[in-house]
C-alpha cells in the first residue's frame, strides 16, 4: 500500500491521534500525518469533518473516518493480513471500547 493511501489528520498534543498512530503501527501501515493547528483549521480537515471539525480524521482512500475508537476498530476491521488488535469475542470487543473511550493515555 502506498503512503499517500493513508492520511492521518492530527495534532502532535492530542492522545486521540497518538491512539490510531499506534493502531497504524501495530498493523504495520504506512501513512501520512498532516500536522494540524487547531486555531487555523484546513480546509482538508473542514472538508473531511464538516460537523465538528475535530481530529483526529484517518483518510483512506478518499474516504475520511472520524472519532480514534471508531477508526481504531476500521483499521482492525480492514486491515486483517496482521494480528487483530481487538478481541473476536464481540463481548470483549464491546468491553475493550468502552476502555479506548473512557481512558486517556
Not at 482492525?76 to 486517556?104: G, M, Q
Amino acid at each position: 500500500m502506498a503512503k499517500n493511501d493513508l492520511k492521518l489528520l492530527g495534532a502532535w498534543f492530542s492522545p486521540f491521534p497518538l491512539r490510531v498512530q499506534i493502531a497504524l503501527n501495530l498493523k504495520g501501515l504506512e501513512y501520512e500525518f498532516v500536522e494540524e493547528t487547531l486555531d487555523s483549521k484546513s480546509e482538508l480537515l473542514l472538508k473531511s469533518n464538516p460537523v465538528h471539525k475535530k481530529i483526529p480524521v484517518l483518510i483512506h482512500a478518499d474516504k475520511p473516518i472520524c472519532e480514534s475508537a471508531i477508526i481504531v476498530q476500521y483499521i482492525d476491521e480492514v486491515w486483517t493480513n496482521s494480528p487483530s488488535i481487538l478481541p473476536s469475542n464481540a463481548y470483549d470487543r464491546a468491553i475493550a471500547r468502552i476502555h479506548i473511550d473512557h481512558i486517556t493515555l
